[in-house]
């Protein structure tokens, strides 16, 4: 079974232009997460996806940070337009479904944007 | 609101020493808590994890005891390897109906031969 994938695995960009960050979920997972760690600090959760609605987005940092989830099936986090303080680590991470808490959530690579 | 503190890093060791890593948490209610692993170029891997007081988490040689009396989930292994080493994070999710996960810094564990 595939674990969950994040693409793309790195992403340069200037400060200004716009960047789209995919994950697609373990298959057949209804819940989706995405986190960010920035700058070596604590990873910090930004929103959450049960199938195509935003259960909690409590993380998102400010209205540049646009999320979806259509059908359910894989998200794109989009940033525009980005920022020098928007560089980090985006994971992406994923769990079954019922009751999200108490569910494993099993990771992605990451995906490393740097704003120059 | 919740937190987590773990111990800054970078930690060498050398192969077979005894590993401690501290994490202390400030929730309210009955909080899970978590150590993930990221080893170099993977995600992060969930090493164990301990659901209420006086849990014992344990995986891999690693162990961590829920403690609620000093709010801490310290991450132990008795003898260290080289391919130990990664980041470790502690993390803990909160309790209600919730899945986010509050992570600490993380601690870079670096095991030489």
């Given at each position: 079974e595939a674990g969950v994938t994040q693409f793309p695995s790195h992403s340069v960009i200037e400060k200004g232009q716009t960047v789209t960050l995919r994950c697609d979920p373990i298959s057949g997972h209804d819940n989706l997460y995405w986190y960010r760690r920035v700058m070596g600090k604590e990873i910090k959760f930004l929103l959450h996806f049960v199938k195509e609605s935003k259960q909690d987005e409590s993380g998102m940092p400010n209205n540049r940070f646009l999320a979806e989830r259509t059908g359910g099936t894989y998200s794109t986090l989009k940033v525009?337009?980005?920022?020098?303080?928007?560089s980090g680590v985006y994971f992406c991470a994923s769990s079954q479904g019922g009751r999200a808490s108490t569910d494993t959530q099993y990771f992605g690579p990451g995906t490393r944007l740097t704003v120059l | 609101g919740n937190s987590v503190t773990q111990m800054e890093g970078p930690v060498t060791l050398s192969e077979e020493a005894f590993l401690t890593i501290n994490c202390t948490y400030t929730a309210t209610g009955y909080p899970s808590l978590f150590w993930y692993v990221q080893y170099p170029g993977e995600g992060l891997q969930l090493l164990l994890k301990a659901t209420k007081a006086d849990d014992k988490g344990s995986n891999k040689g690693f162990e961590a005891t829920y403690r609620k009396e000093t709010t801490s989930f310290h991450l132990e292994k008795g003898s260290v390897q080289v391919s130990d080493s990664a980041v470790y994070f502690c993390a803990l999710r909160g309790s209600g109906n919730t899945g986010k996960l509050i992570f600490g810094q993380g601690t870079t564990l670096q095991v030489k031969p």
């Open positions: 525009q337009p980005a920022e020098l303080e928007d | -």
